[in-house]
């Protein structure tokens, strides 16, 4: 079946810390990959895409097919970046599946 | 450029009634997608359209219908609502699907007593 998982609900770091988020699926065929995040009363929005290979806001991720994963990075984590983060997978055709989101604090 | 817009923002429902959620956007975007998000469980696609005209279902689609009669315009209805479908609904468009980047409404938060 097709499923995207974030094992953690709740992520919690300190200023300046690493931030690895983590996102695992499970798919048979070659997925398109995002992150979406969603700060504080604001609406859900995409941080990155694998197809693009970019960097935003400091966060990177990489695909790693042989693991199935797709972990969002980030070398030092600012209060800013406290807010709900999902994984998605696109089929390529018609449907996206989200995973269930990990809220990251990031603390001072 | 007003993106994507929904309405009510809140709504509160007895069981057995229904509504329409309203969503539409000015992109000109062809895929346009239903969402619930609930806690613990993420957002799930409930329905979700490649046109005016062309629907199909998503994961949760039951005790839910949907019509897009033109581009812009892609109502959700909620035929006979029972206390489950307490949540909230977003609304997303797209120019395709695959690798593009989905736009998100300000969602609805529906509670049904």
């Known amino acids: 079946a097709q499923r995207v998982t974030q094992p953690e609900k709740l992520l919690s770091v300190f200023k300046g810390a690493p931030v690895e988020l983590k996102c695992n699926y499970s798919y048979s065929g070659s997925p398109e990959l995002f992150w979406y995040v969603q700060y504080s009363r604001q609406r859900l929005q995409l941080l990155l895409r694998h197809i693009s290979r970019e960097s935003i806001k400091g966060f990177t991720a990489d695909l790693n097919k042989g693991e199935t994963s797709f972990h969002l990075k980030k070398p030092f984590a600012q209060e800013e970046d406290s807010a709900m983060y999902y994984c998605?997978?696109?089929?390529?055709?018609?449907?996206?599946?989200f995973g269930t989101g990990t809220r990251l604090k990031v603390l001072a | 450029n007003a993106g994507v817009t929904q309405t009510p923002k809140f709504q509160v429902l007895k069981t057995g009634q229904s509504m329409t959620l309203q969503c539409a956007q000015d992109?000109?975007?062809?895929?346009m997608s239903w969402y619930r998000q609930d806690p613990g469980m993420g957002l799930r696609l409930i329905h979700y359209s490649v046109g005016a005209g062309i629907t199909d279902q998503g994961e949760v689609p039951n005790g839910y219908n949907v019509s897009r009669s033109t581009t812009e315009d892609f109502p959700l209805r909620l035929l006979s609502a029972a206390p489950s479908q307490t949540s909230v609904y977003f609304c997303a468009s797209s120019y395709g699907t695959g690798f593009y980047e989905q736009y998100f409404g300000p969602g609805t938060r529906l509670t049904v007593t």
């Open positions: 998605a997978l696109s089929d390529g055709a018609y449907k996206y599946i």
């Open positions: 992109m000109n975007h062809e895929y």
